[in-house]
């Protein structure tokens, strides 16, 4: 536990619990409609609903969402400028953010919003102190524009804010249920992983995560769990290190 952590009080946490704190990392395409853009209500609700469950075992919650759903940088015309494409998905990333918070309130859970970029009037800016504390206070904190740096992608974002406030682990939420040795929805045979370390990842060039965000990982010895969000209960399932039909990446 680092210096920011210590001599503050601690929530009551429930025994089936692993992970204390916990950094919870969703693509925008996992609230997108049907045809893979914008906000569909009832995914957003579901994936909701899940963070409360979380929330209520007296984990702290800290999450980093994308913003693929209403744009991806890296598709652009290729004429753009890549750092303004990558400012562009920033701003995906708040609105999405934004609607996460809206959702979670309704359910009745305390939220904030934290923005790499600043932008006070709606959220507030990231300062690592005051997202931690509102942490230990039972809030659930999003992370909205990464890094706040083109070039980088919120993946790392999720991988900087996991170690910053000295989470437990990080939960990748993906649309697959762990890593596999190539796309499982083009090959039928593509091999699954249920644990792997951090430079089999590299090595191997698997696609879990992008190259800096694993060596991040991996320099301050931050596990990452792999699962499909789609599961029943899958978040429930990580955050009590229960990791059937899960990938583990650690040393």
Known sequence: MNELNQNLEQRAVDPSVKYRRVVIKLSGEALAGENGTGIDP??????????VEVSNLGVD????IGGGNFWRGRQADSKMNRSTADQIGMLATI????????????????????TALTITKVAEPYILRKAVRH??????????????????????????????IDADALLLAKNVDGVYDSDPKLNPNAKKFDKLSYMEVISRG??????????????????????????KDSLLK?????TAGATVISK
Do not use: W, Y
Not at 42 to 51: D, S, T, Y
Not at 61 to 64: D, K, Q, R, S, T
Not at 206 to 231: G, H, Q, R
């Open 61 to 64: 919650v800290g999450i980093v």
């Open 206 to 231: 698997l696609k879990a995560m992008d190259t800096t965000s694993i060596t991040m990982c991996m320099d301050n010895d931050m596990p990452i769990i792999v699962f499909s969000l789609m599961e």
């Open 95 to 114: 609105m999405n953010a934004l609607a996460i918070q809206d959702t979670l309130e309704q359910m009745g859970a305390p939220v904030r919003v934290q």
């Open 135 to 164: 942490l230990e206070k039972g809030r659930i904190v999003i992370f909205a524009c990464g890094t706040g740096n083109p070039f980088f992608s919120t993946d790392t974002g999720a991988a900087l804010r996991a170690c910053e």
């Open 238 to 242: 990580a955050v009590r290190g229960e």
């Open 42 to 51: 009832k995914k957003l609700e579901k994936v909701c609903h899940q963070i």
